[in-house]
């Protein structure tokens, strides 16, 4: 009952809007600069760029801006890497499970980098989807054209998130924070939190892929990506929660989503679309992950579908059994140590 609650318990604020704006002008900028351009072909670049802006949340300005100038660094790399991995000159068969592979050392190098760095949102939910959205896109722009538009975009996300410095009132003193390098049982966790990203996105990754050729589904990093939004919690229920969330969120995100495509709206209507989404999902994703993810939803397939077009109905089929499978798993990944530990536990007959 405690569980069921959580996913309809609403927690304070804390000045939440002012990043969700941050965040929607930081996407919104740069699609409609490219929209304007007639490039939005690179809108993926740019879309991944802008999660620049959801790192040091409420930090002092000399804080945010070092988490954000290493986020943002970290999702550069990231995108040269998928960009490079698309390249690979595979047959698709191949290709595919390359980037499942590719993908899955991803979870987990990213996960300890992130621990390291001691950046908010943890985990590599992020870098999982950008990497595999990216390497999987068939028809990749000029390399030196997408990796522009993606450092413009990160600077551009680091000059938003230090904007309210011209404000006097909310002007923070520009101290740089100490370096507090990990304890050792922090970096013990660290290490188990990475291997924890590598089974599940591994797993994930290798079932959906699987399923995918028998049944004709695609998009399987859906269900990579899925499968860690389970590690993060601050306990095992939280954990199973933050699964069973993530598929309801989803659920009916999809129907919000099936609304906005109904209406057909124009590309700059869809920009627009996505910068409320942006805002949306930022506004209540650390307050209450279902209202979140009705916006996650829309707000990743559209950006989808922006450079990638594909019917709509696929589109919605595969989210939703691609969100099953990596839940399903994540779920498994974080109840695994605690079934384990009850069966060594159990006296033997």
């Known amino acids: 009952m405690k569980m069921l609650a959580e996913m309809f318990t609403m927690a304070p604020g804390n000045k939440d809007h002012q990043v969700a704006v941050r965040c929607a002008v930081g996407v919104f900028v740069p699609l409609i600069t490219l929209l304007f351009l007639d490039r939005l072909d690179l809108a993926i670049f740019a879309s991944f760029g802008a999660f620049t802006g ?61 621990a390291w760095w001691r950046l908010r949102p943890a985990g590599s939910l992020f ?24 450092v413009l975009t990160v600077a551009f996300s680091l000059l938003v998130g230090m ?48 399923a995918g050729e028998r049944l004709g589904f695609g998009h399987n990093y859906w269900a990579m990506v899925a499968a860690v939004v389970p590690l993060v919690g601050h306990s095992t229920r939280h954990r199973v929660s933050r699964g069973l969330q993530r598929i309801v969120g989803t659920a009916i995100g999809l129907v919000l989503l099936a609304g906005i495509l ?16 942006q805002f949306g ?7 209450q992950y279902v209202l979140a993810q009705i916006f996650v939803t829309p707000l990743a397939l559209i ?11 696929i589109l919605l089929r595969d989210r939703i059994f691609e969100t099953v499978i990596g839940a399903a798993v994540g779920v498994a990944v974080v109840l695994a140590p605690t079934v384990w530990r009850r069966l060594r536990s159990r006296p033997v007959a």
Do not use: D
Request: charge should be positive.
């Open 262 to 277: 109904l209406l057909q709206p124009a590309p700059w209507q869809t920009v627009l679309v996505i910068a409320a989404c």
């Open 281 to 287: 999902a930022e506004m209540f994703i650390a307050r």
């Open 127 to 150: 870098h999982i989807f950008a990497f595999a959205a990216i390497a999987s896109i068939p028809n990749q722009p000029p390399l030196w054209q997408g990796m522009l538009v993606a």
């Open 303 to 313: 950006s989808t579908l922006l450079v990638v077009p594909a019917a709509p109905g």
């Open 163 to 210: 904007s309210s410095r011209v404000v006097r009132g909310r002007r923070t003193p520009w101290i740089r924070p100490a370096r507090t390098p990990l304890s050792t049982a922090e970096k013990r966790v660290a290490l188990l939190e990475s291997a924890g990203y590598l089974v599940a996105a591994g797993l994930a990754g290798t079932l959906a892929t699987l």
């Open 54 to 114: 959801i790192y040091g949340r409420n930090e002092p300005h000399a804080k945010r801006f070092g988490l954000q100038l290493r986020a943002g660094a970290l999702m550069v790399v990231v995108m040269l890497l998928a960009a490079l991995t698309a390249r690979a000159g595979l047959p698709a068969a191949e290709t595919l499970w390359l980037q499942v592979f590719a993908t899955t050392l991803v979870a987990g190098v990213c996960s300890l980098i992130v």
